[in-house]
C-alpha cells in the first residue's frame, strides 16, 4: 500500500510574520541559541569531542554524562533551521566549527560517540538499556539531515550516513548487536528523516527492525546484561526505583511488550513519544496498518487519561513518565518540557497519517501552552518540569546537568514553519494559524497563499491567493480547532459560504484565481474549563481558556495567594489585551483568615475580588509568587 501523499511544506516555502511567534523565534534566534552554544562550550561538550583521554574512575557518571553528543547535536539542529530562514554568516561559521568537532571524533569505521571513544572504549553497544549511544546517534542523524536541508552542505550528513551505516552492519543479520534496540527511543525517527533525504531505504528498514524488536521475547536487555556482567549505566541508582530487567523498568523504556500489542501509555514520556512518531512515520511510508492501529490506540488512551489541560504530559516524577489513569497532580506533575515537544512530533505525524484534525488540536494546546512555557520570556531561562501549581519556590534554571530540554525548545520554534500546512495533491491544508505566506507547487504551477491574522488573540483570518498563473481548482482545507466556542464562518471575496466539513477541517473546493481571499472567524470566547471528576486534583476547581491559550493565575496580579481565590460559576468572565498578551477577568471571591485559629467551626470571612490571569506560558517571569491553572469554583 503506498504511502499517502500528505507532506508538509518545507520551511523555505514558508514565510512566517507573525506578530505572536516572530518576536519568539528572534528572540530564540538572537538570544537562546548563541546563550546555548555558550553553556555547551562552558560546561565542556564542544571540548569532549576533542576525546582528551579521560580517567576511568567511579565519577566519570557525574563529570562526563552519557548524552552531551545530542545536546551538542540539538543544538547543531535548531542552528540549522534557523539558518534556513535567515542568513546568518556569524551563526554558520560556529555551526561548521561544531561538524569539524564532530568529524575529528568520527572513528575509521564511521562510530562517533565521545563517552565510548574516551571514557569507556571497547564497549561500544554493550549497554543499550542504559547509556542513551543510539539516542545520540539519532540526534546527530536529525541534525545531519537539517543541516543538509537548511544549507545545502553535505559535510555533516556524510559523517551521520557513515555512522548510521555501521549501526545498520551491526544490527542487521549476522551482525554484534542482532535483534537489539536502545534503551532511550530517538533513533527511529531520525532514520526515518535520514531516509527521506538520501532515498536510501535501507535507513527506513533499520528503522523498523528497531520497533519491531522492541518488546520481544526474549528481553533483550536482559540478554545483553547476562552478556556484560555488570550492571549499566545507571546501575544501582537510589534514584531509580526499577531495573531495566524488571517489568516497571521494561515499561519505563516501551520494551514491555512488542509495539503493535501495546494499548496504554507507560514509562518515560519523551521515550514513548519519539517512539510513537516513529511507529507513525513508519505506518505511513510503509503503509503498515498494524502500527498505525497501535498508534491510534495509544493516542487515544493518552488524551482520555493521561493529558493535561496545557498539553503536558508525564505525571510522576519518579520516572519522568506516566502515572495512572486520571492522576494528573498539579503541584508535584512533571510535564518535562522535551515531553510536550515530543507530543507535537507524534501530533504532527498522526495528522499526516490520517488527515485528522483532532491532532493537530493536541499538537497546538502542546505548542502554546506545554511547550512555551519552558522557556522564560527573554529566552535565557529554562523549565525541566512544568508543574499547573506552585507555591511560589519555582522558578525557571539557567541550564541544567541533564540539558535535553533547552536545545529541544530551541529546535521546535526555529523548525516551525514544518507545522503550520501540509500539501497533497488535492491542494492545502491549514493546521496552524500564523501570519506569513505559503508556496507550493499544484496543478504545474506555483501557488502562493498568504495568512494574515491576530492569533492567538483574535479569531479572525484571512488568506489570500498571491501566486497563481492561471485559474486553478484546487481544496483549501481550514482547521475547525475543537476550542471554538461556536460554529465558525467563512466567505469569499466578501460572500459568506456554507462549507462542508471532513475530520475538523472546512473543506473550500473551488476553481481559484489570484487575489481570491477567505475570511474564516473563529468565535474566541473566555471560557472555563473543567476536569473529569477522576481527576482528584482538580475536584471543584475550573481552568481558564481563550482560543488556544489555557491561563493561570498567578499572585502577583491578585488581592491574595492563589489558593485562597475561588471563581464564581455565575459571573461574568472578560478579556483584556494589554502589553502583548490577553488577561480574562472573573468574578469570584478571597477567604479571609479563620477566625478562630488554626481550626474553626465557624466560617472564614469572605470578601468579593476580581480575579486576574495570565498565560499559562508567561508565567515566572515577575519574580515569585504562588500560581495555579486550576482554581476554586464557588457552587
Known amino acids: 500500500m503506498p504511502a499517502p501523499h500528505r507532506t508538509p511544506l518545507p520551511i523555505a516555502d514558508v514565510v512566517i510574520a507573525d506578530e505572536f511567534w516572530s518576536p519568539r523565534r528572534e528572540t530564540v534566534r538572537t538570544r537562546t541559541i548563541p546563550h546555548q552554544e555558550a553553556r555547551l562550550r562552558d560546561g565542556g561538550m564542544f571540548d569532549a569531542l576533542l576525546l582528551k583521554p579521560r580517567s576511568h574512575d567511579d565519577d566519570d557518571r557525574e563529570r562526563f554524562p552519557i548524552f552531551w553528543d545530542s545536546d551538542v547535536a540539538k543544538w547543531i539542529e535548531a542552528a540549522s533551521y534557523a539558518l534556513a530562514s535567515q542568513a546568518d554568516p556569524e551563526l554558520d561559521a560556529a555551526v561548521d566549527k561544531a561538524v569539524a568537532l564532530l568529524e575529528g571524533a568520527q572513528q575509521e569505521d564511521g562510530y562517533l560517540n565521545n563517552y565510548f571513544t574516551a571514557v569507556k572504549p571497547g564497549q561500544r553497544f554493550t549497554d543499550l538499556s542504559d547509556a542513551h549511544e543510539l539516542y545520540c546517534a539519532g540526534h546527530l542523524i536529525e541534525a545531519g539531515v537539517a543541516h543538509y536541508e537548511a544549507t545545502g552542505k553535505t559535510s555533516l550528513l556524510d559523517i551521520v550516513r557513515r555512522y548510521a551505516d555501521l549501526i545498520d552492519r551491526e544490527f542487521g543479520p549476522g551482525g554484534s548487536c542482532e535483534g537489539g534496540y536502545d534503551g532511550h527511543q530517538e533513533i527511529e525517527l531520525a532514520l526515518v528523516k535520514l531516509y527521506r533525504a538520501t532515498g536510501e531505504r535501507r535507513y527506513l528498514d533499520l528503522s523498523l527492525r528497531f520497533i519491531d524488536n522492541r518488546g520481544t521475547r526474549p528481553f533483550y536487555f536482559d540478554v545483553e546484561g547476562e552478556r556484560r556482567g555488570r550492571a549499566g549505566y545507571f546501575g544501582g541508582r537510589e534514584d531509580r526505583p526499577f531495573t531495566p530487567r524488571d517489568q516497571r523498568g521494561r515499561e519505563y523504556a516501551q520494551s514491555h511488550a512488542p509495539v503493535r500489542e501495546q494499548d496504554a501509555v507507560v514509562g518515560h514520556a519523551v521515550r514513548a513519544m519519539y517512539q510513537y512518531t516513529a511507529m507513525a512515520d513508519l505506518a505511513l511510508e510503509l503503509g503498515d496498518d498494524g502500527l498505525r492501529e497501535a498508534c491510534e490506540r495509544l493516542w487515544d488512551d493518552l488524551v482520555a487519561t493521561k493529558l493535561y489541560v496545557t498539553g503536558g504530559i508525564g505525571s510522576d516524577p519518579s520516572i519522568e513518565g506516566f502515572g495512572k489513569p486520571y492522576d494528573l497532580p498539579d503541584y508535584t506533575g512533571y510535564a518535562e518540557t522535551c515531553a510536550a515537544i515530543g507530543l507535537v512530533f507524534w501530533a504532527q505525524r498522526m495528522m499526516i497519517l490520517t488527515g485528522e484534525a483532532k491532532y493537530v488540536d493536541v499538537l497546538e494546546r502542546a505548542l502554546y501552552n506545554g511547550v512555551l512555557s519552558g522557556a522564560s520570556a527573554d529566552g535565557t531561562k529554562y523549565f525541566y518540569g512544568n508543574p499547573l501549581a506552585s507555591d511560589g519556590t519555582v522558578e525557571r534554571s539557567d541550564w541544567f546537568d541533564c540539558a535535553c530540554c533547552p536545545p529541544n525548545l530551541a529546535r521546535l520554534l526555529t523548525s516551525l514553519e514544518q507545522y503550520v500546512y501540509t500539501a497533497d495533491a488535492d491542494g492545502l491544508w491549514v493546521n496552524l494559524f500564523v501570519t506569513g505566506s505559503a508556496r507550493f507547487a499544484h496543478a504545474g504551477q506555483r501557488v502562493t497563499v498568504a495568512q494574515e491574522s491576530g492569533y492567538p488573540w483574535d479569531g479572525g483570518i484571512a488568506f489570500t491567493v498571491t501566486e497563481a498563473k492561471a485559474p486553478l481548482p484546487m481544496t483549501l482545507r481550514l482547521?475547525?480547532?475543537?476550542?471554538?466556542?461556536?460554529?465558525?464562518?467563512?466567505?469569499?471575496?466578501?460572500?459568506?459560504?456554507?462549507?462542508?466539513?471532513?475530520?475538523?477541517?472546512?473543506?473550500?473546493?473551488?476553481?481559484?484565481?489570484?487575489?481570491?481571499?477567505?475570511?474564516?472567524?473563529?468565535?474566541?470566547?473566555?471560557?472555563?474549563?473543567?476536569?473529569?471528576?477522576?481527576?482528584?486534583?482538580?475536584?471543584?476547581?475550573?481552568a481558564f481558556q481563550r482560543g488556544p491559550i489555557v491561563h493561570c493565575v498567578e499572585e502577583v496580579d491578585n488581592a491574595a495567594a492563589v489558593p485562597r481565590l475561588i471563581v464564581s460559576r455565575s459571573g461574568e468572565l472578560r478579556t483584556e489585551h494589554a502589553d502583548g498578551q490577553d488577561a480574562i477577568i472573573a468574578e469570584g471571591l478571597v477567604d479571609g483568615p479563620a477566625p478562630d485559629g488554626l481550626y474553626s467551626t465557624a466560617a472564614p470571612a469572605a470578601e468579593p475580588t476580581a480575579i486576574r490571569t495570565v498565560p499559562y506560558f508567561a508565567w515566572a517571569n515577575r519574580g515569585k509568587g504562588s500560581m495555579a491553572v486550576w482554581v476554586r469554583e464557588t457552587p
Open 479 to 542: 482547521r475547525l480547532p475543537a476550542w471554538a466556542t461556536g460554529a465558525a464562518r467563512i466567505s469569499v471575496n466578501g460572500t459568506v459560504l456554507p462549507y462542508s466539513t471532513d475530520k475538523g477541517y472546512a473543506v473550500l473546493d473551488r476553481t481559484w484565481a489570484a487575489g481570491d481571499r477567505v475570511e474564516l472567524h473563529l468565535p474566541m470566547d473566555p471560557t472555563l474549563v473543567r476536569a473529569d471528576p477522576r481527576v482528584r486534583s482538580t475536584a471543584g476547581k475550573v
